[in-house]
């Protein structure tokens, strides 16, 4: 794996362009440089409520963050997910029922994250290069910004 200082200098890098987008886009963040954790509040558009997401970060960017969504108390559980919602094009959310944020720069979309992409994506070192149609962000800052788009079609949270 990715020696921790180096995660670190890349994360330090990238947590800072990705404050210059929340502050633009009205999300909390917060990073944990020593247990590589980064936090993020925003609301939800349907129902202004708090979104709390969590992307565990150790190992990037040999693979991408495991994010989860997690409630007000940091516990990872379906409802503390946003639905689905139809997106434009026929395009499917990022938000799964399994739950699981489901998109190539999420480790736990994948198989060795017991993800719901057993066979069609590798493994989570392949992110950069999943065959699809899909968003490509390759920073934290654009991984936020697809949650962020893919929330305004959330029509409120899974049960």
Same mark, same amino acid.
């Given at each position: 794996?990715?020696?921790?200082?180096?995660?670190?200098?890349?994360?330090?890098?990238?947590?800072?362009?990705?404050?210059?987008?929340?502050?633009?886009?009205?999300? $909390?963040?917060?990073?944990?440089?020593?247990?590589?954790?980064? *936090?993020?509040?925003?609301?939800?558009?349907?129902?202004?409520?708090?979104?709390?997401?969590?992307?565990?970060?150790?190992?990037?960017?040999?693979?991408?963050?495991?994010?989860?969504?997690?409630?007000?108390?940091?516990?990872?559980?379906?409802? !503390?997910?946003?639905?689905?919602?139809?997106?434009?094009?026929?395009?499917?959310?990022?938000?799964?029922?399994?739950?699981?944020?489901?998109?190539?720069?999420?480790?736990?979309?994948?198989?060795?994250?017991?993800?719901?992409?057993?066979?069609?994506?590798?493994? !989570?070192?392949?992110?950069?290069?999943?065959?699809?149609?899909?968003?490509?962000?390759?920073?934290? !800052? $654009?991984?936020?910004?697809?949650? $962020? *788009?893919?929330?305004?079609?959330?029509?409120?949270?899974?049960?």
């Amino acid at each position: 794996m990715v020696p921790k200082v180096t995660t670190r200098a890349v994360v330090q890098h990238e947590f800072s362009l990705a404050e210059v987008w929340a502050s633009r886009h009205r999300w $909390e963040l917060a990073l944990n440089i020593d247990t590589l954790v980064m *936090t993020c509040t925003t609301r939800h558009p349907a129902n202004r409520e708090n979104v709390f997401l969590n992307a565990e970060l150790f190992g990037y960017r040999a693979v991408p963050p495991a994010w989860l969504c997690v409630d007000a108390h940091g516990t990872h559980a379906k409802g !503390a997910y946003p639905a689905p919602g139809p997106l434009p094009g026929g395009k499917s959310s990022v938000f799964h029922s399994q739950p699981v944020i489901c998109a190539p720069f999420n480790r736990l979309a994948y198989a060795d994250g017991n993800g719901p992409h057993k066979q069609d994506w590798g493994h !989570a070192t392949n992110w950069l290069s999943v065959p699809g149609d899909f968003a490509r962000p390759t920073t934290l !800052a $654009e991984m936020l910004q697809v949650l $962020e *788009t893919h929330l305004r079609y959330s029509p409120g949270w899974m049960t």
